[in-house]
């Protein structure tokens, strides 16, 4: 089968086959425990609102509105510099890709970014392959999709290598060992990509090289005032026994259509009619109604009526 790929880089959604598809970066959230970062993006909150208290008021005038106090929590992350290692390292990664494909350096940060990325290259003698720079990956038969920023030759071995500016990649790294082990054991990789603005599309694929190393990927660990990038080892031998959970866990998702056909309503043993004619009082038959209002036939209002005739005489 030849699969279609769309990426939309402005809203960084991917649809594969005319279906929208999960994101690896997704499913790599999946396994491990989420409590600290939930906790963490609660308190960039409540800093942005502190220090921006407008923000409180745009809450107060919609408060039932979940999408606009929704865009407000992000604006009040926005406020705290929460986003500003995930804005920099968008641009770390822009800048890294221009280098390695002879691109053209338009800004001095992109220059100085470029600088800092080629030096750390040389230290760790990673050699890179353009062939496998910034390409895509996917999962057809679960839906699952990602964009691998290298395939490179890292002291000789070829492996999967990541660019991250935020630290907690290689200190709480199961994350970014699921990440890079289904970047590594997608069936499918890009062969050719077609860009237009922000949309690329693949319908070329091709296997991973058959060398990739699939129990160790590398993720290089360059952030602000870095003047040269780390080298991190990731064990990725064991992220693939997460990537398999995860993976699981989005199949399972989607079972049971997505889970609507996991519950249904309990029709009662009792027989309606007899529930009517047993009605002490016009409240309790208006009861029944609403509690059965989706079977309620012609017949049963005929009983209804019956019934109130009958309460109303005294012909209990």
């Not at 499913?27 to 220090?51: C, N």
């Not at 509105?65 to 865009?71: C, F, H, I, K, Y």
């Not at 990673?126 to 720079?133: A, G, K, L, N, W």
């Not at 009619?273 to 309790?284: K, Q, S, T, V, Y």
Request: glycine share 8%; with cysteine.
């Amino acid at each position: 089968m030849t699969h279609r790929l769309v990426y939309n880089d402005s809203t960084h959604s991917y649809t594969l086959n005319g279906r929208r598809c999960k994101s690896v970066t997704a499913v790599a959230k999946i396994v491990p425990d989420s409590y600290a970062l939930e906790q963490w993006r609660k308190r960039q909150v409540a800093i942005g609102m502190t220090l921006e208290p407008r923000l409180a008021e745009r809450v107060a005038v919609d408060l039932d509105n979940r999408e606009t106090v929704d865009r407000v929590c992000e604006d009040a992350m926005q406020v705290a510099g929460a986003h500003h290692a995930a804005n920099r390292g968008t641009q770390r990664h822009r800048a890294s890709e221009l280098a390695d494909l002879g691109g053209k350096l338009l800004t001095e940060q992109q220059r100085a970014d470029a600088a800092a990325w080629q030096r750390t290259l040389e230290r760790y003698e990673i050699e890179i392959d353009p062939t496998f720079v910034e390409g895509f990956a996917i999962w057809p038969e679960h839906g699952v999709v990602g964009r691998y920023d290298r395939l490179a030759r890292v002291r000789g071995r070829r492996r999967v290598v990541d660019l991250k500016s935020g630290e907690n990649a290689v200190r709480y790294p199961q994350g970014t060992a699921v990440q890079l082990s289904l970047y590594g054991r997608a069936p499918l990789i890009s062969a050719g990509i077609e860009v237009a603005g922000d949309r690329s599309t693949v319908t070329e694929w091709m296997p991973p090289p058959a060398d990739l190393d699939l129990s160790i990927g590398n993720v290089v660990l360059l952030g602000d005032g870095m003047d040269v990038g780390e080298l991190w080892d990731i064990d990725i031998e064991h992220g693939w026994a997460g990537a398999q959970l995860g993976l699981s866990i989005v199949d399972w998702r989607k079972a049971q259509r997505y889970g609507a056909e996991l519950s249904r309503r309990v029709e009662p043993t009792t027989n309606l009619i007899d529930l009517i004619n047993r009605a002490g009082d016009e409240p309790e038959l208006d009861r029944i109604w609403q509690l059965h209002a989706s079977t309620w036939t012609p017949e049963h209002s005929t009983a209804a009526k019956q019934r109130l005739a009958a309460i109303a005489t005294g012909a209990l």
